[in-house]
């Protein structure tokens, strides 16, 4: 595959992975372009722990699952993101970046405009929804054959510091790099947020991952084959858009925008967030 239809067609997989385990040729490929991402000085911060026991699995997807249904019974996550959610294809034009949200629970369809609102909530939370989404959230994180952790060496991620920004940096490339190799590979990936969302759920993956002190723990992602065609959740969202290069691109200063870029553009992206 060339390269750049690679980038083209680098997604976030929202649905199920194969169960086939993820070959260890692959994983050891996917560690060595993350290895090969630049980073500040050299000092390659990065540190990844890869998980294919199946009870660590089930008990990070258990708590995935029940911090998702956490935060969408209480709004948290809906207060925090609304900014990025669209509910029409002509704002998703107009705006060309956050998710459009193209389906929903069949109940939920007549209220699609005020589903995230305090009578949204209210109602999802009549109808269990966010229950339903944490398992559904449970079974795709227990389902998935590998995760991976990813850790930065507390000694060149210190906040507050100028290096805490190059190590988070180059962790960024690392990353690109890996989520690019599983274009080419078949596999696909996404981060395990909804812990991060949840006081304390964190902690307990850190555990789980018995993440020594030197080390922090900044995400978890998980991987696997992806199938012929996927299932998509009952709760689900479309993000092919992307913008212009005139609404991020300037020339010569930022007062600017670049223009004649546009013509076309859309046309040679690829779905996926």
């Known amino acids: ?13 929202n649905g199920a992975f194969l169960p ?16 090969r991402a630049p980073s500040q000085l050299n000092s390659q911060p990065w540190r990844f722990v890869i998980v294919e026991e199946r009870p660590t699995i089930e008990a990070i997807a258990r708590i995935s699952g029940e911090s998702m249904t956490e935060a969408m019974s209480n709004g948290t996550f809906f ?19 956050g998710m459009l949200f193209d389906r929903l629970p069949a109940p939920l369809r007549p209220f699609t ?20 989404l944490g398992e559904e959230n449970r079974k795709l994180v227990a389902g998935s054959p590998l995760l991976l952790g990813v850790m930065l060496d507390r000694s060149e991620y210190r906040p507050g510091e100028l290096s805490s920004f190059y190590s988070v940096f180059s962790m960024g490339a690392a990353m690109e790099n890996l989520w690019l190799t599983t274009v080419e590979l078949g596999m696909g990936i996404q981060f395990v947020s909804f812990p991060m969302e949840v006081p304390g ?6 555990r789980l991952l018995e993440v020594p002190d030197d080390l ?21 969202w479309t993000s ?9 691109v300037f020339r010569g200063t930022c007062a600017t925008p670049q223009k004649g870029w546009d013509q076309g553009y859309g046309h040679r992206t690829a779905p996926g967030s």
Do not use: C
């Not at 207060?79 to 970046?97: C, I, N, Q, V």
């Open 20 to 35: 086939d385990p993820v070959s260890e040729e692959h994983q050891r490929l996917l560690m060595e372009v993350a290895g």
């Open 201 to 206: 759920r964190w902690d307990e993956i850190v």
């Open 113 to 132: 405009s005020q589903v995230f609102t305090a009578r949204g909530q209210k109602l999802m939370n009549a109808m269990r929804v966010p229950q339903s």
């Open 1 to 13: 595959m060339e390269f750049l239809d690679v980038v083209r067609r680098r997604r976030t997989t």
């Open 240 to 248: 092919e858009q992307r913008k212009l290069p005139s609404q991020y």
């Open 216 to 236: 922090e723990l900044m995400a978890v992602y998980r991987l696997g084959y992806l199938p012929q065609e996927q299932r998509r959740p009952p709760i689900d």
């Open 79 to 97: 207060e925090r993101y609304k900014p990025y959610f669209r509910f029409s294809k002509e704002e998703m034009e107009r705006r060309r970046d």
